[in-house]
Protein backbone atom coordinates (compact mmCIF):
# COMPACT_ATOMS: atom_id res chain seq x y z
CA UNK A 1 0.00 0.00 0.00
CA UNK A 2 0.95 3.29 -0.40
CA UNK A 3 2.62 5.65 2.30
CA UNK A 4 0.95 8.96 3.36
CA UNK A 5 2.38 11.74 4.71
CA UNK A 6 0.52 14.18 7.70
CA UNK A 7 1.42 16.97 9.33
CA UNK A 8 2.10 15.55 13.36
CA UNK A 9 -0.26 18.73 14.55
CA UNK A 10 -2.74 20.55 14.12
CA UNK A 11 -4.76 23.54 15.90
CA UNK A 12 -8.60 24.94 15.43
CA UNK A 13 -10.78 27.23 16.97
CA UNK A 14 -13.87 25.94 17.29
CA UNK A 15 -16.69 26.07 15.38
CA UNK A 16 -14.46 27.04 12.46
CA UNK A 17 -13.47 24.34 9.48
CA UNK A 18 -11.04 21.43 9.97
CA UNK A 19 -8.97 21.10 7.25
CA UNK A 20 -6.15 18.06 7.82
CA UNK A 21 -3.94 17.63 4.35
CA UNK A 22 -2.33 14.25 3.36
CA UNK A 23 -0.13 13.51 0.60
CA UNK A 24 -0.08 10.17 -1.00
CA UNK A 25 2.15 11.34 -4.17
CA UNK A 26 2.53 6.85 -4.63
CA UNK A 27 -0.84 5.86 -5.07
CA UNK A 28 -2.00 3.48 -7.68
CA UNK A 29 -5.12 3.70 -9.50
CA UNK A 30 -7.33 0.89 -7.86
CA UNK A 31 -6.21 2.48 -4.33
CA UNK A 32 -9.02 3.90 -2.26
CA UNK A 33 -7.86 7.17 0.55
CA UNK A 34 -9.40 6.74 3.60
CA UNK A 35 -9.85 8.59 6.95
CA UNK A 36 -10.53 7.24 10.49
CA UNK A 37 -9.63 9.10 13.74
CA UNK A 38 -8.80 7.73 17.25
CA UNK A 39 -10.15 10.01 19.88
CA UNK A 40 -8.00 9.36 23.31
CA UNK A 41 -7.69 5.50 23.52
CA UNK A 42 -10.76 4.51 21.82
CA UNK A 43 -11.09 2.46 19.02
CA UNK A 44 -10.44 4.41 15.75
CA UNK A 45 -13.29 5.51 14.07
CA UNK A 46 -14.34 5.36 10.61
CA UNK A 47 -14.60 8.91 8.82
CA UNK A 48 -14.60 8.84 5.35
CA UNK A 49 -13.47 7.53 1.83
CA UNK A 50 -13.25 8.04 -1.81
CA UNK A 51 -11.32 6.72 -5.29
CA UNK A 52 -11.56 9.83 -7.52
CA UNK A 53 -14.43 11.96 -6.69
CA UNK A 54 -15.04 14.26 -3.91
CA UNK A 55 -16.97 12.65 -1.22
CA UNK A 56 -19.51 13.95 1.46
CA UNK A 57 -21.09 12.36 4.49
CA UNK A 58 -22.23 13.51 7.60
CA UNK A 59 -19.64 14.06 9.30
CA UNK A 60 -16.82 15.16 6.89
CA UNK A 61 -16.04 16.16 3.32
CA UNK A 62 -13.10 14.24 1.56
CA UNK A 63 -11.63 16.30 -1.23
CA UNK A 64 -8.67 14.50 -3.56
CA UNK A 65 -6.87 16.38 -6.08
CA UNK A 66 -7.19 15.58 -9.92
CA UNK A 67 -4.00 13.85 -10.05
CA UNK A 68 -4.72 12.01 -6.77
CA UNK A 69 -1.31 12.71 -4.74
CA UNK A 70 -2.69 14.31 -2.31
CA UNK A 71 -6.29 15.06 -0.22
CA UNK A 72 -7.98 17.33 2.07
CA UNK A 73 -10.25 16.06 5.29
CA UNK A 74 -12.65 18.95 5.88
CA UNK A 75 -14.79 18.99 9.37
CA UNK A 76 -16.92 22.02 8.63
CA UNK A 77 -17.84 23.06 11.69
CA UNK A 78 -15.34 22.25 14.30
CA UNK A 79 -16.22 21.00 17.73
CA UNK A 80 -14.02 19.90 21.02
CA UNK A 81 -15.38 16.51 20.65
CA UNK A 82 -12.99 16.41 17.23
CA UNK A 83 -9.85 16.75 19.43
CA UNK A 84 -8.48 12.84 17.66
CA UNK A 85 -5.89 11.98 15.75
CA UNK A 86 -6.64 11.46 11.87
CA UNK A 87 -5.42 8.98 10.16
CA UNK A 88 -4.71 9.02 6.13
CA UNK A 89 -4.99 5.59 4.68
CA UNK A 90 -4.31 4.68 1.29
CA UNK A 91 -5.23 0.82 0.44
CA UNK A 92 -6.06 -1.62 -2.40
CA UNK A 93 -9.76 -2.51 -3.08
CA UNK A 94 -8.88 -6.14 -3.26
CA UNK A 95 -6.29 -5.14 0.11
CA UNK A 96 -6.96 -6.65 3.61
CA UNK A 97 -5.12 -4.96 6.50
CA UNK A 98 -5.12 -0.73 6.68
CA UNK A 99 -1.53 0.25 7.96
CA UNK A 100 -1.86 3.26 10.21
CA UNK A 101 0.82 5.88 10.36
CA UNK A 102 1.43 8.09 12.74
CA UNK A 103 -1.89 10.81 11.65
CA UNK A 104 -2.23 14.22 12.84
CA UNK A 105 -3.20 15.24 16.18
CA UNK A 106 -6.16 17.54 15.72
CA UNK A 107 -6.59 19.66 18.96
CA UNK A 108 -9.81 21.78 18.97
CA UNK A 109 -9.61 24.76 21.04
CA UNK A 110 -12.76 27.17 22.77
CA UNK B 1 -27.76 -3.39 14.87
CA UNK B 2 -25.21 -3.23 17.42
CA UNK B 3 -21.69 -2.48 16.64
CA UNK B 4 -18.21 -4.87 16.98
CA UNK B 5 -18.35 -6.61 20.33
CA UNK B 6 -15.31 -6.72 22.67
CA UNK B 7 -15.39 -8.58 25.89
CA UNK B 8 -13.75 -8.26 28.36
CA UNK B 9 -12.77 -4.39 28.41
CA UNK B 10 -10.13 -4.92 30.30
CA UNK B 11 -8.30 -7.86 31.66
CA UNK B 12 -5.85 -8.69 34.44
CA UNK B 13 -3.10 -11.94 33.65
CA UNK B 14 -0.14 -12.29 35.46
CA UNK B 15 2.87 -13.02 33.95
CA UNK B 16 2.66 -16.80 32.42
CA UNK B 17 -0.99 -16.71 32.30
CA UNK B 18 -3.02 -16.90 29.23
CA UNK B 19 -5.21 -14.23 28.10
CA UNK B 20 -8.42 -14.96 25.28
CA UNK B 21 -9.80 -11.76 23.40
CA UNK B 22 -12.93 -12.28 22.48
CA UNK B 23 -14.79 -10.35 19.07
CA UNK B 24 -18.11 -10.68 18.03
CA UNK B 25 -18.35 -8.92 14.63
CA UNK B 26 -21.17 -6.46 13.11
CA UNK B 27 -24.13 -8.81 12.07
CA UNK B 28 -23.24 -9.97 8.44
CA UNK B 29 -19.80 -9.13 8.34
CA UNK B 30 -17.16 -11.95 7.39
CA UNK B 31 -13.75 -10.11 7.97
CA UNK B 32 -12.28 -9.87 10.93
CA UNK B 33 -9.22 -7.88 11.52
CA UNK B 34 -7.46 -7.74 14.95
CA UNK B 35 -4.82 -4.52 15.78
CA UNK B 36 -2.69 -3.80 19.00
CA UNK B 37 -1.75 -0.22 19.97
CA UNK B 38 1.02 -0.27 23.09
CA UNK B 39 0.93 2.45 24.93
CA UNK B 40 1.80 5.71 23.52
CA UNK B 41 2.51 3.91 20.03
CA UNK B 42 0.46 3.54 17.01
CA UNK B 43 -2.18 0.81 15.86
CA UNK B 44 0.05 -2.38 14.96
CA UNK B 45 -1.59 -4.99 11.85
CA UNK B 46 -1.89 -8.28 13.73
CA UNK B 47 -3.83 -10.14 11.99
CA UNK B 48 -6.87 -10.67 9.17
CA UNK B 49 -9.30 -13.61 9.36
CA UNK B 50 -12.61 -14.52 7.40
CA UNK B 51 -15.09 -17.46 8.65
CA UNK B 52 -12.55 -20.16 9.86
CA UNK B 53 -9.24 -19.10 7.73
CA UNK B 54 -6.48 -17.08 8.26
CA UNK B 55 -6.03 -14.98 5.48
CA UNK B 56 -2.83 -12.61 6.80
CA UNK B 57 -1.07 -13.27 9.60
CA UNK B 58 1.88 -11.24 8.75
CA UNK B 59 1.85 -8.85 11.83
CA UNK B 60 1.48 -11.85 14.37
CA UNK B 61 4.14 -12.68 16.99
CA UNK B 62 5.68 -15.79 16.06
CA UNK B 63 5.17 -17.74 19.06
CA UNK B 64 2.26 -17.67 21.89
CA UNK B 65 -0.05 -15.87 19.80
CA UNK B 66 -3.12 -17.18 17.89
CA UNK B 67 -5.83 -16.26 16.46
CA UNK B 68 -9.31 -17.98 15.25
CA UNK B 69 -12.96 -17.03 13.74
CA UNK B 70 -15.14 -20.34 13.73
CA UNK B 71 -17.57 -20.81 12.14
CA UNK B 72 -19.89 -20.29 14.91
CA UNK B 73 -19.03 -17.58 17.64
CA UNK B 74 -16.77 -14.66 18.31
CA UNK B 75 -13.29 -14.55 17.08
CA UNK B 76 -10.83 -15.11 19.90
CA UNK B 77 -7.50 -13.70 19.72
CA UNK B 78 -5.13 -16.01 22.54
CA UNK B 79 -1.77 -15.19 24.31
CA UNK B 80 -0.59 -17.44 25.92
CA UNK B 81 2.13 -17.20 28.99
CA UNK B 82 1.59 -13.47 29.03
CA UNK B 83 4.91 -11.17 29.83
CA UNK B 84 4.64 -7.85 30.91
CA UNK B 85 5.48 -6.43 26.91
CA UNK B 86 1.91 -7.60 26.05
CA UNK B 87 0.15 -5.07 28.06
CA UNK B 88 -1.63 -2.85 25.55
CA UNK B 89 -5.23 -2.38 23.99
CA UNK B 90 -6.51 -4.70 21.34
CA UNK B 91 -8.48 -3.84 18.66
CA UNK B 92 -10.66 -5.90 16.97
CA UNK B 93 -12.56 -4.57 13.58
CA UNK B 94 -14.63 -5.68 10.83
CA UNK B 95 -15.94 -5.10 7.59
CA UNK B 96 -18.16 -6.65 4.80
CA UNK B 97 -16.49 -8.16 1.47
CA UNK B 98 -15.77 -4.55 -0.31
CA UNK B 99 -13.86 -1.54 0.29
CA UNK B 100 -15.56 -0.16 2.62
CA UNK B 101 -14.19 1.59 6.05
CA UNK B 102 -13.84 -1.25 8.92
CA UNK B 103 -16.01 -0.74 12.01
CA UNK B 104 -13.66 -1.26 14.95
CA UNK B 105 -14.46 -2.54 18.40
CA UNK B 106 -14.00 -0.14 22.24
CA UNK B 107 -11.13 -2.80 22.45
CA UNK B 108 -9.42 -4.65 25.39
CA UNK B 109 -7.15 -3.69 27.69
CA UNK B 110 -4.83 -6.50 28.48
CA UNK B 111 -2.64 -5.79 32.11
CA UNK B 112 0.43 -7.90 32.56
CA UNK B 113 1.27 -8.32 36.18
Known amino acids: DAKTTQPTSMDCAEGRAANLPCNHS???????VYWYRQIHSQGPQYIIHGLKNNETNEMASLIITEDRKSSTLILPHATLRDTAVYYC???????????FGEGTQLTVNP | NAGVMQNPRHLVRRRGQEARLRCSPMKGHSHVYWYRQLPEEGLKFMVYLQKENIIDESGMPKERFSAEFPKEGPSILRIQQVVRGDSAAYFC???????????FGSGTRLTVV
Open chain 1, 26 to 32: TISGNEY
Open chain 1, 89 to 99: IVRETSGSRLT
Open chain 2, 93 to 103: ASSLDRPDGYT
